[in-house]
C-alpha cells in the first residue's frame, strides 16, 4: 500500500483511492497518466452500468465521474 508522510517527524497516511470513470478511453488514459503520480488509481471505469459495481468492489476514497456517461 502507497502512503504519504505528512510530517517530518515521520507519520504517515494511506493514499488517496481514485476510481475513474469516463467512456472515452483517450480521456481516461490521460487521467490515469497525470494522476496516477500522486494518487493510488484503485480502478477505472468506461460503461454507466458497470459504474457501482466497480464502485463497490474497490471501495475508492474519490470518483471522478464524466457527468455525460452514457448507460
Known amino acids: 500500500m502507497r502512503t504519504w508522510e505528512l510530517s517530518p517527524g515521520g507519520m504517515t497516511v494511506p493514499a488517496t483511492r ?6 472515452n478511453p483517450g480521456t481516461l488514459e490521460m487521467l490515469v497518466d497525470l494522476l496516477q503520480r500522486d494518487f493510488v488509481i484503485a480502478g477505472t471505469c468506461s460503461r ?8 463497490a468492489e ?8 464524466d457527468v455525460s456517461l452514457a448507460t
Do not use: H, Q
Open 48 to 55: 454507466g452500468a458497470a459504474v457501482l459495481a466497480e464502485f
Open 58 to 65: 474497490v471501495n475508492p476514497d474519490i470518483t471522478l465521474l
Open 18 to 23: 481514485l476510481l475513474l470513470v469516463d467512456d
